[in-house]
C-alpha cells in the first residue's frame, strides 16, 4: 500500500489506498440436517485520486503490476466526475472493542453442533420445515491516504439465521441473532420462533381495511428503506427527498427517535471510522419526531456545503463485492430507539390488526416519496388482543411518512437486522390492509 500510495502521489493532487480482507464462514442446515459448509477468503485493493478536480478510481482483487493499477485510475478520469472534497487526516483513533481474537479458531465442527443443537429444540417443540445457517464473520480494513491517515481496524461476529417455516408456504417465523462471540444460542431467541410458529399455525381469512400493524424488526426493512432514502444526503441534492426542507420541523410520531452510532461496541459490526476514514460518532437524525440531521459522505457533504458526518461506505445492497465500488452515503448502524411495551403488551392493546412477520416485495412503490405496497409472508391476525392464526395472501400498503405519524407504542427490545440496523418493534394504527374478503 505505501508504495502505491508513493506513486499516486507523484501523479495525482490527492490519493487514497483502501485495502480489505475478509473471511466469511457459513454452515447451513435445510430441514433439520447439514446441507453445506463453506468458507470464503475475500481480498482486494482500490484506489481513489484526485486530479484536478475529477475523480480517478480502480480497484483489484489481485495486485501484480502497480504502474498498470495506477494507470487504470488515471484514464478513469476520462470520466469527467468531479470531486471537490479532499480525503482527511484522520490520526489517533480510538481503539474499539470490535475484534475476538477466539472467532479465529471456531471451527465448522463446532458450529455444525450449534445447529445440531437448535435443530433438535424446534423439531421437538414444532412440525416446522426448519432453515438454518450459522456463521462467523472477520475482517480487517486499513486506508491511507496522501494527508497523512494510515489507520486500521480488525472487526469479527458470529450469527445464527434461524426459520421455522410453515409446510407448504415457503413462509414462516424467523430471527436473526448475532453476537460478539460465540456461545449457544438463547432460549428467548428460539422461543420466539417456537412460540410465533405454534400460536400461527392455523391459516385464518380475516377481512380488510384500517387498523393496528405491528412491523415486527424482519420487516422493518420495508420502513427502513424508505427512511434511509429520505434522510440521505444523496437523495437531497438530487431533491428526491420530501423532507429536504424540514430540518428541525415534525416528520413522524413523537415516540420516533432514529440515530446512528458506528462507535458503539456493545453491537457487533461496530466501526471507528467509515470506509473514507473520517471518524465515527454518535449522530441524532430523527428526536422525538422531529429531523435533526440528514447523513453524509465527502461527496455529497461537499456538494451541499456541509460536513461528513462519518457516513461514506462501501455498500453492497444487493450482493457483490465491496471492494469494486467508491464510498456513498450509507447508514449500516442505524437504531430506532426502544419504547417501554412488551411485545406481549403491544399485542394485546390490538382490537383487531395484523403483525408482519416478513414482507415480500419491500422494494415496490416509490422509495423515495416513501409510499410502499408489501406481501404479508407471513402475517399474524390479531383480535381482542389475542393472536388468532396466521393471514394468507394480505396486502399492506400507505407511506411512511403517513405511517410514522401514527405510532401507537413501540417494543422493549432491539433486534438486528442483515442492512446492519438494531430495531424494535412498533405498532402502527389506521394501517391498509387488503385480503382476499
Known amino acids: 500500500m505505501e508504495k502505491l500510495l508513493e506513486l499516486a502521489k507523484k501523479v495525482s493532487d490527492k490519493a487514497e489506498v483502501y485495502s480489505t480482507e475478509y473471511t466469511y464462514s457459513p454452515v447451513s442446515f435445510e430441514n433439520a440436517k447439514l446441507h453445506e459448509i463453506n468458507s470464503t477468503f475475500q481480498s482486494g485493493l482500490s484506489l481513489r485520486i484526485i486530479k484536478d478536480g475529477k475523480l480517478g478510481f480502480a480497484y483489484t482483487c489481485n495486485l501484480i503490476n502497480r504502474e498498470e493499477f495506477l494507470q487504470n485510475a488515471l484514464d478513469s478520469l476520462k470520466g469527467g466526475v468531479e470531486a471537490g472534497y479532499d480525503f482527511p487526516l484522520t490520526e489517533n483513533i480510538r481503539p474499539l472493542d470490535t475484534y475476538d481474537p ?26 416446522a420445515e426448519l432453515s438454518l445457517t450459522s456463521f462467523k464473520h472477520i475482517e480487517k480494513i486499513r486506508i491511507m491516504n496522501s494527508e497523512g491517515t494510515d489507520i486500521s481496524e480488525r472487526s469479527s461476529f458470529y450469527g445464527l439465521f434461524g426459520q421455522a417455516i410453515f409446510p407448504g408456504s415457503g413462509s414462516g417465523i424467523y430471527r436473526y441473532y448475532q453476537s460478539k462471540n460465540f456461545g449457544e444460542t438463547p432460549d428467548s431467541y428460539l422461543n420466539e420462533i417456537i412460540d410465533g410458529y405454534n400460536i400461527a399455525a392455523k391459516p385464518v381469512e380475516p377481512s380488510g381495511g384500517k387498523m393496528k ?22 437523495s437531497v441534492y438530487e431533491k428526491t427527498s420530501p423532507i429536504a426542507d424540514k430540518l428541525n420541523q415534525k416528520i413522524f410520531d413523537e415516540k420516533i427517535t432514529i440515530y446512528s452510532d458506528p462507535t458503539n461496541t456493545e453491537y457487533p459490526g461496530a466501526r471507528a471510522f467509515d470506509d473514507e476514514g473520517v471518524p465515527g460518532a454518535p449522530l441524532a437524525l430523527v428526536e422525538s419526531g422531529e429531523l435533526k440531521s440528514f447523513f453524509y459522505d465527502l461527496n455529497f457533504a461537499c456538494k451541499l456545503n456541509a460536513v461528513s458526518t462519518g457516513h461514506g461506505y462501501k455498500t453492497t445492497q444487493w450482493g457483490g463485492d465491496a471492494i469494486t465500488l467508491k464510498p456513498t452515503p450509507a447508514l449500516p448502524h442505524m437504531r430506532i430507539k426502544t419504547g417501554d411495551k412488551s411485545f406481549a403488551e403491544l399485542v394485546k392493546s390490538i382490537d383487531r390488526g395484523v403483525i408482519i412477520e416478513g414482507a415480500l416485495g419491500a422494494h415496490s412503490g416509490n422509495i423515495p416519496n416513501g409510499d410502499y405496497s408489501i406481501g404479508v409472508s407471513p402475517g399474524l391476525y390479531v383480535e381482542n388482543g389475542e393472536i388468532i392464526g396466521r393471514v394468507k395472501e394480505a396486502m399492506i400498503s400507505g407511506n411512511i411518512y403517513d405511517t410514522l405519524k ?10 438486528p437486522t442483515f442492512s446492519g440496523a438494531w430495531v424494535p418493534p412498533i405498532l402502527f394504527d389506521n394501517v391498509s390492509v387488503a385480503t382476499k374478503k
Open 213 to 234: 400493524v405491528i412491523f415486527m424488526p424482519n420487516s422493518m426493512i420495508t420502513l427502513n428503506w424508505r427512511i434511509l432514502s429520505g434522510l440521505n444526503s444523496k
Open 406 to 415: 401514527n405510532v401507537v407504542d413501540i417494543g422493549d427490545t432491539l433486534y
Open 102 to 127: 477466539s472467532l479465529e479458531n471456531l471451527t465448522g465442527t463446532q458450529m455444525v453442533a450449534e445447529c445440531d443443537r437448535v435443530s433438535d429444540i424446534l423439531k421437538v417443540k414444532t412440525d
